[in-house]
């Protein structure tokens, strides 16, 4: 058994021991390379009319270049072309969009060097061609930030568009980043009276959706406080000033046990609800009731669910608003003040309702 072994490996010894010799002694020996191999990035300056498309392709800015313009036919010329081979990728998307074959991949692979600016390979055009005011200046103005100019547009026409969205569709644009809907209707209405506002959140909807989020939500909150206080006492109807004294904590939170409009078979709202729902020359207050109530009318079950979290209370209320624009123009003007305030008159009044009538889900007499 182990004398079979020792012969099997003596045979493979023996096998390769007289076989050719294909280890190649390098450096000696030099390797055969393909014509497609990779082995260093040149470049022909005669070729290169400075389009600046190498440029651009480069994913890791390996190549830079300085141009000039020739006196005698303005045309674009190469003062200066550098290639950092430190941070080449190898990628051959330079090599593939030059539109003269200017670049190429040489054979050449020995590229280690003791420092940094060994391994750089830079090229510069004759100084007879180069004006020398041209030199001494450095890379022409244009060729400093072309794709900078190009970004800047680009960005413009995405700001444009927004702003465009924002004015067309506010509802669809602004629901990305506001989930309330009331919150929606009053940043729609700082845009339309404020363009820098406007133009602002469209530049962060461009650039970052997270920051443009929270700084809609502190604009919201801002337009809300801009109003009047919650607890404010409106003034009487002929502008005598009303005695916050003589209004109870109680009475603007609970309707009245009976009124004129109740024995009329109406509904009754709280005394403050006599008053008008702010000062009419306040536009941008106007505005904003005015998109709310229309968020009430046409999706009433949305945005009173975010305040009676009963289902048959939102049917009740959404009832109640139909029957009585008072209703509805106190419940809007609550909701853009004081979100708890209106959630505690709502609750009072859909609990009146349910005594009202039993059927409703009220007890019954």
């Not at 009319?49 to 190498?54: E, F, K, R, S």
């Not at 009053?186 to 009276?193: A, G, K, T």
């Not at 602002?200 to 461009?206: I, N, R, S």
């Amino acid at each position: 058994m182990f004398g079979k072994g020792l012969l099997k490996g003596l045979g493979i010894t023996a096998k390769h021991t007289f076989e050719r010799e294909i280890t190649q002694q390098y450096p000696e020996e030099r390797p055969h390379l393909q014509d497609r191999f990779r082995g260093s990035l040149a470049y022909d300056y005669p070729k290169c009319i400075a389009c600046g498309l190498c440029i651009k392709a480069c994913p890791n800015n390996v190549l830079t270049l300085e141009t000039y313009k020739d006196e005698g036919s303005r045309k674009k010329k190469v003062a200066y072309y550098a290639i950092d081979l430190q941070y080449c990728l190898f990628c051959n998307l330079c090599v593939e969009i030059c539109p003269t074959a200017t670049l190429y991949f040489t054979h050449e692979f020995e590229l280690t060097s003791y420092d940094r600016e060994g391994i750089k390979k830079e090229y510069h055009r004759p100084p007879e061609l180069v004006p020398a005011s041209k030199t001494a200046a450095g890379p022409a103005e244009e060729d400093k930030t072309p794709p900078g100019g190009e970004t800047d547009d680009k960005k413009v026409r995405q700001m444009e568009a927004m702003k465009t969205a924002l004015l067309k569709n506010p509802a669809k644009t602004l629901g990305k980043i506001l989930p309330a809907e009331e919150d929606v209707a009053i940043m729609s209405s700082l845009m339309q009276e404020d363009d820098k506002i406007l133009t602002k959140l469209a530049q962060l909807l461009v650039e970052d959706r997270d920051k443009a989020a929270k700084v809609a939500t502190a604009w919201v909150k801002k337009g809300r406080s801009s109003g009047p206080p919650p607890g404010a006492v409106p003034p009487m109807a002929d502008g005598t000033p009303r005695s916050a004294a003589g209004q109870s904590s109680a009475e603007e939170t609970a309707p009245p046990a009976a009124d004129s409009r109740e024995a009329e078979g109406g509904v009754g709202l709280p005394a403050e609800d006599k008053a008008p729902l702010g000062d009419e020359a306040d536009d941008k207050r106007v505005r904003q009731v005015e998109a709310l109530k229309t968020a009430l009318l046409n999706n009433p079950a949305k945005t009173l669910g975010k305040i009676l979290p009963a289902e048959e209370d939102v049917v009740i209320m959404s009832g109640l608003m139909k029957a009585d624009d008072k209703i509805l123009a106190k419940l809007t003007q609550l909701l853009v003040e004081d979100r708890d305030k209106a959630a505690k008159v709502a609750t009072a009044w859909v609990a009146r309702e349910k005594k009202r009538n039993p059927g409703e889900g009220g007890p019954s007499s």
